[in-house]
């Protein structure tokens, strides 16, 4: 019997995360300030202790969804081979195989249509109406996860609580402020805590209001000013802690040739730019370069860092929106060139030949706008494009002869590209004749006589309509992203 399979998702949670999830729900405040008060840890194995079952929890839920989901993905690959082959069979000019019903296409069909329909349900995916259950007996299942907490399991996933930095953190500051600290500690040790493990200024701002309605009058004015600043400084050492040690950093620092870029990295953000310079110190450099040729100040930490995040945004946007469109592109049979995570490279992003013969030469606009007034691929480069991607698709036929001298190219795809290549030639002559005023005109029948469309996708924008110049050259707006509605199906 093969074991059930572990995918281990809690392993991907940011602790952050978790933490903020806990602190947000009432049920799991009081339970970690239940455990909190029957530990001598305190707070802290509280905190632990929660991330924990939080992590162990997602785990085993996420393993019976993912297990399901592969599951049924097995079982819709063998009935698309089941359906394929009976129909190549009878499109040879067979009839139906050997053994094999009308009605039993007809059975194929319905099966495949309901692992689809449940597919997309997760929770009835994974139980159908029956409750939820993670295990056979909940006490077990409990004792398990303490055990596994007790032997070292739960030592915070991919952080642990940095106690060591924390305190390095207060035993630096002046005696006023550590006096404050544990004044407010003694009175209100929850309060003070949240306050000090907050992840974002929103959080430690509501952290610190709720702190000092709590301590009310018996702090002095002074006193919290001295508390709000010593808050500030132990949750800096604590975001530090989590993410980066001295050690690690120091030897980021280290690989950092720019000394501008050092000091903006040795100050900076823990959570973006220090792990950027830990884990790829080469794109680092090159968006640093990008920023300072923008304009970028040398001293401007928060701008470089808003600036990388923007940077990753847009990128992931546009990574996602070219595989949304991709797979959502139904009309599309056959991809000459598929989605990649080159992203930001000029050109084409999808290229591919429909059920009707037709090529589709695709722009996907994943961003906020919801209208395009100007997509250059398609536009001003599109005779470039043209030529450059039919060029890759002959040198890919080349590599594939060459590699095997027994391949044969479908001949769909060099009809394609020999369309692609008169369509540039002729769209580079329009462009060099003729009036202004008719040109748009003539490209666009110039696509269409050679069966060339022009395609914006939106799979991750907003994107809903394009201009009259555009539409006057033949593009089209193809929404792709949206949920496919399925068939009524009239019950389970």
């Keep these: 019997m093969t074991p059930p399979r572990r995918f281990r998702a809690g392993r991907f949670l940011d602790a952050a995360a978790v933490h903020a999830a806990a602190d947000a729900n009432p049920r799991l405040r009081r339970f970690m300030r239940t455990v909190a008060g029957h530990s001598e840890a305190g707070d802290v194995r509280s905190r632990r202790l929660m991330e924990h079952l939080i992590r162990r929890i997602i785990d085993d839920v996420g393993d019976l969804h993912l297990g399901n989901a592969v599951s049924r993905l097995e079982r819709i690959a063998v009935l698309r081979e089941n359906i394929a082959a009976i129909l190549d069979h009878v499109l040879d000019g067979g009839t139906l195989p050997e053994g094999v019903r009308v009605e039993t296409l007809g059975e194929y069909f319905d099966q495949l249509n309901t692992e689809m329909r449940e597919l997309s349900r997760p929770r009835e995916g994974i139980v159908g109406d029956a409750p939820l259950r993670l295990a056979d007996d909940a006490a077990q299942y409990a004792d398990s996860l303490l055990r596994e907490f007790e032997a070292g399991g739960g030592t915070g996933g991919r952080h642990t609580e940095p106690a060591a930095v924390v305190t390095d953190a207060f035993r630096a500051m002046p005696a006023d402020r550590q006096a404050a600290l544990r004044r407010a500690a003694e009175l209100e040790p929850q309060a003070l805590w949240r306050a000090v493990a907050a992840e974002s200024e929103a ?20 006193e919290l000013g001295r508390l709000r600043t010593a808050v500030d400084d132990l949750g800096r050492a604590r975001n530090r802690g989590l993410q980066v040690s001295q050690a690690r950093l120091a030897e980021a620092l280290a690989r950092i040739a720019d000394p501008e870029l050092r000091a903006v990295v040795a100050g900076g953000d823990v959570w973006l730019t220090q792990q950027l310079a830990l884990h790829n110190p080469e794109a680092l450099a090159t968006l640093w370069r990008r920023f300072r040729d923008r304009g970028g100040r040398a001293d401007d930490g928060p701008g470089f860092r808003a600036y990388l995040r923007h940077d990753m945004v847009t990128y992931g946007r546009g990574v996602l ?81 060459r590699d095997d001298p027994g391949f044969t190219p479908d001949p769909r795809i060099l009809d394609a590209i020999s369309r692609m290549e008169d369509a540039a ?6 462009n060099r004749r003729g009036s202004a005023a008719t ?18 996708t939106s799979a991750a924008g907003e994107v809903r309509e394009i201009t009259q110049a555009l539409r006057d050259l033949g593009l089209a707006v193809e929404p792709t992203g949206a949920p496919v509605p399925l068939p009524p199906t009239g019950g389970r």
């Excluded at 748009?440 to 395609?455: N, Q, T, V, W």
């Design 203 to 222: 959080g430690k701002r509501a952290a610190l209001a709720d702190l000092e309605t709590r301590l009310g009058s018996r702090l002095t004015p002074d």
């Design 321 to 401: 929106g070219e595989y949304t469109a991709a797979f959502s592109l139904s009309s599309i049979e056959l991809f000459l060139k598929g989605p990649d995570a080159n992203v930001k490279v000029a050109g084409t992003d999808l290229v591919g030949i429909g059920h009707d013969g037709w090529v589709w030469l695709v722009d996907d606009k994943s961003h906020r706008a919801t209208s395009v007034g100007g997509v250059s691929a398609l536009t001003d480069n599109l005779v470039a494009n043209l030529r450059r991607d039919a060029a890759d698709f002959r040198d890919a036929i080349t590599r594939l002869q």
């Design 425 to 430: 030639a002729e769209i580079d002559r329009i």
């Design 439 to 456: 040109r748009p005109a003539r490209i666009s029948r110039a696509l269409e006589e050679r069966r060339l469309r022009l395609r914006v």
